[in-house]
């Protein structure tokens, strides 16, 4: 019946109060963990790194949960055997869940459409078992919104400012960072930088170099839009003239990629990162013409419940020897020869332009499925968590200290009140 239907407005009026409260306790909860974390374990950099990163999953269970309930979906993903290791692989059980095999180092680049694009490659970490090792880059603003903002930090997401010296000597310390965790040889693994400085770039650490068999190995699943903000009339027109300008013709579906930053960030991550995962991204009930800004907004999204229906990927995967980064050890790629990333850059804009086909594809045929290819695989899951228990675990910590803190009080109570 209509007025059953999720966006109808008795059950948008019953969902959505108990949608906030649900997500500003397990907020609430998930900043206390690690609050607690920072007080107790600080000085136990493996503890204190193995609670930051579960309360990553924490943040993930609890906006996948709400997500699947306010707007449930499919998550389709395409691939062709040949564009991936052979270790890799995309299955759905019995029960609809999606079960990746992916690199533990790897980097995902990926068109920007809406501003919920970065949950769903998330998601994609958390079928493959790396939903605590996700670090994704975003704009500065977000890490002020108050509680949000420092759990980000903790999850040490990486953070633009969108000033190239500001960013550069930013981006190159928390990259190495991630990179000597990698190895086994950075601060999650309580090992000290060898210098506070770097000859090639002022301001920036110094990790030790090579791997450390005992040492715990941290993995990471690196998310990157190097388009750097989602598809609008704006954002469109000037990659348009960017396009012009360098001669080339013009993008139908995607904005042209930003090229120092995924270069930076690629070349800092040479000596662990296994692949380069590429995603084209398309999403049920967005029309060539449409921006996904506009249609699926924060407010149409997650209080009236118009979401995306599927979520369709079509994955392939480099591996990082095979993009041109060059081989000089600078960390200052304001440095490099001009060849090299010149490159870089046309590597990158051929991946871009073949990207724009993949989506010229979809939209004609509403899918990135490649019919008569016996190598190309289409698997269909749902959006969701693999048990519905998991909702519970970032409340844990919270319900756990109230339930310690009563017992207190009680027990204090019986001995100096009675």
Same mark, same amino acid.
């Given at each position: 019946?209509?007025?059953?239907?999720?966006?109808? *407005?008795?059950?948008?009026?019953?969902?959505?109060?108990? @949608?906030?409260?649900?997500?500003?306790?397990?907020?609430?909860?998930?900043?206390?963990?690690?609050?607690?974390?920072?007080?107790? =374990?600080?000085?136990?950099?493996?503890?204190?790194?193995? /609670?930051?990163?579960?309360?990553?999953?924490?943040?993930?269970?609890?906006?996948?949960?709400?997500?699947?309930?306010? +707007?449930?979906?499919?998550?389709?993903?395409?691939? +062709?055997?040949?564009?991936?290791?052979?270790? +890799?692989? =995309?299955?759905?059980?019995?029960?609809? +869940?999606?079960?990746?095999?992916?690199?533990?180092?790897?980097? *995902?680049?990926?068109?920007?459409?809406?501003?919920?694009?970065?949950? &769903?490659?998330?998601?994609?970490? &958390?079928?493959?078992?790396?939903?605590?090792?996700?670090?994704?880059?975003?704009?500065?603003?977000?890490?002020?919104?108050?509680?949000?903002?420092? $759990?980000?930090?903790?999850?040490?997401?990486? %953070?633009?400012?969108?000033?190239?010296?500001?960013?550069?000597?930013?981006?190159?310390?928390?990259?190495?960072?991630?990179?000597?965790?990698?190895?086994?040889?950075?601060?999650?693994?309580?090992?000290?930088?060898?210098?506070?400085?770097?000859?090639?770039? !002022?301001?920036?650490?110094?990790?030790?170099?090579?791997?450390? !068999?005992?040492?715990?190995?941290?993995?990471?699943?690196?998310?990157?839009?190097?388009?750097?903000? #989602?598809?609008?009339?704006?954002?469109?027109?000037?990659?348009?003239? %960017?396009?012009?300008?360098?001669?080339?013709?013009?993008?139908?579906?995607?904005?042209?990629?930003?090229?120092?930053? /995924?270069?930076?960030?690629?070349?800092?991550?040479?000596?662990? @990162?296994?692949? #380069?995962?590429?995603?084209?991204?398309?999403?049920?009930?967005?029309?060539?013409?449409?921006?996904?800004?506009?249609?699926?907004?924060?407010?149409?999204? &997650?209080?009236?419940?118009? $979401? !995306?229906?599927? #979520?369709?990927?079509?994955?392939?995967?480099?591996?990082?020897?095979?993009?041109?980064?060059?081989?000089?050890?600078?960390?200052?790629?304001?440095?490099?020869?001009?060849?090299?990333?010149?490159? %870089?850059?046309? *590597?990158? =804009?051929?991946? *871009?332009?073949?990207?724009?086909?993949?989506?010229?594809?979809?939209?004609?045929?509403?899918?990135?499925?490649?019919?008569?290819?016996?190598?190309?695989?289409?698997?269909?899951?749902?959006?969701?968590?693999?048990?519905?228990?998991?909702?519970?675990?970032?409340?844990?910590?919270?319900?756990?200290?109230?339930?310690?803190?009563?017992?207190?009080?009680?027990?204090?109570?019986?001995?100096? @009140?009675?």
């Amino acid at each position: 019946m209509p007025f059953l239907s999720r966006h109808s *407005w008795p059950v948008v009026l019953i969902r959505t109060p108990f @949608c906030i409260v649900f997500f500003i306790v397990g907020v609430l909860s998930i900043r206390f963990t690690q609050v607690l974390a920072d007080l107790l =374990f600080k000085s136990l950099p493996r503890v204190y790194h193995l /609670i930051a990163n579960l309360t990553k999953v924490h943040f993930l269970t609890l906006l996948a949960f709400l997500t699947s309930i306010i +707007n449930p979906s499919k998550v389709v993903v395409t691939y +062709n055997y040949d564009d991936l290791p052979k270790s +890799n692989s =995309f299955k759905v059980d019995s029960n609809g +869940n999606l079960s990746s095999i992916l690199s533990p180092n790897s980097v *995902w680049i990926s068109n920007h459409q809406i501003y919920t694009d970065w949950l &769903y490659l998330w998601f994609m970490a &958390y079928t493959g078992r790396f939903a605590d090792s996700v670090y994704i880059v975003l704009k500065e603003n977000l890490a002020k919104i108050p509680i949000l903002g420092p $759990g980000m930090q903790v999850f040490k997401f990486l %953070f633009l400012s969108r000033k190239w010296e500001t960013d550069k000597v930013n981006l190159t310390n928390q990259l190495l960072e991630i990179d000597a965790d990698a190895r086994g040889l950075g601060p999650a693994s309580g090992v000290r930088c060898i210098s506070s400085t770097n000859p090639s770039l !002022p301001g920036v650490a110094q990790w030790p170099k090579g791997d450390h !068999p005992d040492k715990r190995i941290w993995p990471y699943q690196l998310i990157i839009y190097p388009e750097g903000t #989602v598809k609008s009339p704006h954002t469109r027109e000037r990659s348009n003239k %960017f396009v012009l300008n360098l001669n080339r013709p013009l993008l139908k579906h995607v904005l042209l990629p930003r090229v120092r930053g /995924i270069f930076l960030m690629l070349r800092l991550l040479r000596d662990t @990162c296994e692949v #380069v995962y590429d995603v084209a991204c398309g999403y049920g009930g967005l029309k060539p013409e449409d921006y996904g800004e506009d249609v699926f907004t924060l407010k149409a999204f &997650y209080l009236l419940g118009y $979401g !995306p229906s599927s #979520v369709n990927y079509h994955i392939r995967a480099w591996n990082l020897k095979d993009i041109p980064l060059g081989n000089d050890d600078s960390v200052d790629i304001d440095t490099v020869d001009p060849e090299v990333l010149k490159k %870089f850059e046309d *590597w990158l =804009f051929t991946v *871009w332009y073949e990207k724009d086909k993949l989506m010229d594809k979809y939209y004609k045929t509403g899918t990135f499925a490649e019919a008569g290819n016996s190598k190309s695989r289409t698997v269909t899951a749902d959006f969701k968590l693999k048990s519905s228990l998991e909702v519970v675990t970032p409340f844990v910590t919270l319900v756990s200290a109230f339930l310690i803190l009563r017992l207190v009080v009680k027990g204090l109570w019986h001995l100096y @009140c009675k």
